[in-house]
C-alpha cells in the first residue's frame, strides 16, 4: 500500500493534470461498471473523482477542459440520486464550458443543469423553473447534426414537461409552444431514439393537440373546425395506448356541445 501511494504521488509530481485526467478515466470506468449491474462503485469512484477534480482546479487555466470533463462525469454519476449535488456539478462544468467550440457538451450541461434543477429539491419553485425553462432553451439551440437527433427529442420533452408544470405564463400559449415543439421532436425522436424517447415524444405531442385544441375551442383562439381538428387528431393518437373505456376521442367529439367543464380534458392530462 505504502508502495502505491508513492507512486501515485510520484506520478501526480510529474505531471499533475495527466494524473488526474487517468484518475477521472479510472472513475468513468467504475460508473460504467455501475450502470452495466455489476454493482455501485460509486463508493470507490467518488473519491477518485474528488481528488482528480481537486487536483484539476489548481492548474486551471490549463486543466480547463479536464476539469469540465471531470464535473460533468461527478454530475452525471448523481443523477437520479442526488440531484442537488448533481447541480453543484452541472454549474461548475458549465462556467468552463465553451459554447461555439465544444456545442455538445454546452448543449449537455445546459439540458443536465436544467433537470437537475427540475427536478431537485425546489423544482416547484417558480424562479427555478424560470431558469430550468431557459436552459432547456439554450440547449436546444444547439441542433442534429452536431447533437444526435434523439438527444435533441429527449431535451424537447424535458422542456415540454416543464412547461406542462409552470407556475408562470399562460396555459394555451404554453401548449401552443409545445406542439410547435413537439411536432419537430417527433421524427428526431424516432430517428435512433430509444423506446422510452419515442413513447414519451409520441404522448406529450398528443396531449399537447388536445390540450391547446381544447383551450384554442373554448377560447376561440383558433376557427373552431382547426381547434376541434388539432384535439382529435392528438386523442386519436393518444387512444392507440388507451384503452377503449379510456377513449379520448368519443369526448372531443362532444365538444360542439361541450359546457365549462371540458377544460378538465386539457388541464386534467
Known amino acids: 500500500m505504502l508502495a502505491l501511494e508513492a507512486s501515485r504521488a510520484a506520478d501526480e509530481a510529474a505531471d499533475p493534470v495527466a494524473y488526474a485526467s487517468a484518475r477521472v478515466e479510472v472513475a468513468n470506468a467504475l460508473n460504467a461498471m455501475t ?35 471531470a464535473h460533468y462525469l461527478a454530475a452525471d454519476m448523481r443523477r437520479g440520486g442526488d440531484w442537488e449535488g448533481a447541480r453543484e456539478h452541472f454549474e461548475a462544468a458549465l462556467e468552463l464550458a465553451r459554447r461555439e467550440s465544444e456545442p455538445q457538451y454546452w448543449a449537455a450541461l445546459n439540458e443536465g443543469l436544467a433537470a437537475a434543477l427540475i427536478r431537485g429539491p425546489r423544482g416547484d419553485d417558480p424562479e427555478i423553473q424560470e431558469r430550468s425553462l431557459r436552459l432547456y432553451q439554450e440547449a436546444l439551440t444547439i441542433e442534429p447534426p452536431v447533437v444526435p437527433p434523439a438527444d435533441w427529442a429527449a431535451t424537447a420533452h424535458g422542456f415540454a414537461l416543464t412547461l406542462t408544470e409552470r407556475h408562470r405564463g399562460n396555459p394555451a400559449e404554453d401548449w401552443a409552444t409545445i406542439v410547435g415543439l413537439m411536432g419537430r421532436a417527433l421524427d428526431r425522436a424516432f430517428d435512433g431514439g430509444e423506446d422510452v424517447i419515442k413513447r414519451s415524444v409520441f404522448v406529450m405531442d398528443g396531449r399537447a393537440r388536445v390540450a391547446f385544441g381544447v383551450l384554442a375551442f373554448v377560447g ?42 371540458v377544460l378538465d380534458l386539457a388541464i386534467g392530462l
Request: hydrophobic content about 45%; glycine content about 8%; charged content about 30%.
Open 35 to 69: 450502470r452495466q449491474g455489476v454493482g455501485d462503485m460509486s463508493t470507490r469512484s467518488a473519491p477518485i473523482l474528488d481528488e482528480a477534480i481537486a487536483i484539476l482546479q489548481r492548474h486551471l487555466p490549463a486543466a480547463r477542459e479536464e476539469l469540465m470533463n
Open 220 to 261: 376561440s383562439l383558433l376557427p373552431a373546425d382547426e381547434a376541434l381538428g388539432l384535439a382529435r387528431s392528438g386523442a386519436e393518437a393518444l387512444d392507440v395506448l388507451r384503452g377503449p373505456d379510456d377513449a379520448l376521442t368519443p369526448r372531443v367529439e362532444e365538444l360542439a356541445a361541450a359546457d365549462g367543464e
